[in-house]
């Protein structure tokens, strides 16, 4: 059993595909079997169930991977903290979070920590979920991850920073536009753009919908809030989003309304990593940088108090 045999193992049961890690890793699915052979061997246990689409982790590959996972992570974080401490300042921060919140979150943050830190690299990977955030942030070598507070994740800890307020994103035309504030009981008539079923922010406001009872149609979906507010300026639907730092606040001559829905809890958002006790100083460091300028810039909606830091 090597350790090189184990990172293919956690692979392959993070993608569910031999062919999928076989291309990532640019071998042949024959080899990257022989690495699941190879183990089933030295354990005793059939580690994988093959389907007709792909694969899943049989029980004992469930313990076998989620033991593999934190040793690789906290073997690659010491290599590269000692990685750092040999090339003096330089080393990098690996982040992985959803498409567009470099741009609304750590956009500041990152011209800070460049100025101070100028031989850090700061490397992104998108995930299009905080489900997918926590299962990179578990598999592999990354330091933080910008996600939806939500329950509580095995092996990861999660630190709050902002509480977002929720707005209906409208056409200037629309008759909710000259709303100062909405209930919850106003969006039962809209045509909700809403997100994709995997997105937290929307299982937060599906669960808030719900205990108000109310319930909205939808025939059109988006990939992200930026795209939500993008498709309902084009007159395809009200949006319900967060009211997020960055956004610009339409003005009164703009072809979009940002009406607040106080009454809906707000979104928390914030940071998760596999520990923070262990995690290296470069990644606290830009951590806390995001933090700084998120509660210097928090998230704010017409006619509305801003939102405070957590």
Do not use: Y
């Amino acid at each position: 059993m090597t350790l090189d045999d184990l990172r293919v193992f956690v692979a392959v049961c993070r993608a569910g595909r031999l062919s999928a890690v076989a291309r990532d890793l640019g071998r042949t699915q024959s080899a990257v079997s022989q690495h699941i052979r190879r183990l089933e061997k030295e354990t005793g246990a059939a580690l994988l169930e093959r389907h007709p689409r792909g694969v899943s982790p049989t029980g004992a590959g469930l313990i076998l991977q989620a033991a593999a996972a934190d040793g690789i992570a906290g073997l690659d974080g010491a290599l590269r903290r000692l990685d750092a401490l040999v090339r003096g300042d330089g080393g990098s921060v690996r982040v992985t979070t959803g498409a567009t919140t470099v741009r609304h979150f750590m956009a500041e943050a990152i011209v800070a920590f460049r100025r101070g830190h100028p031989r850090v690299s700061l490397e992104f990977r998108t995930e299009n979920s905080s489900r997918s955030c926590f299962e990179a942030l578990a598999a592999e070598d990354l330091d933080l991850a910008w996600i939806t507070i939500g329950a509580p994740v095995r092996g990861i800890e999660q630190r709050p920073v902002m509480r977002l307020p929720w707005v209906l994103a409208v056409g200037a035309d629309d008759p909710l536009a000259a709303r100062s504030s909405l209930e919850p009981a106003d969006l039962g008539g809209i045509r909700h753009i809403r997100l994709p079923e995997n997105s937290a922010s929307r299982a937060h406001l599906d669960a808030a919908l719900a205990d108000a009872g109310i319930r909205i149609s939808s025939d059109t979906s988006a990939a992200d809030w930026d795209t939500a507010l993008l498709l309902a300026e084009l007159g395809l639907g009200h949006a319900v989003v967060p009211a997020l730092p960055g956004w610009p606040v339409p003005g009164s001559e703009g072809p979009l309304r940002l009406v607040p829905v106080p009454a809906l809890p707000p979104l928390t958002v914030g940071w998760a990593v596999r520990r923070w006790s262990a995690l290296a100083p470069l990644a606290r460091a830009f951590a806390d940088e995001v933090a700084r300028s998120c509660v210097a810039r928090p998230a704010s909606a017409p006619g509305r108090r801003r939102a405070g830091p957590l």
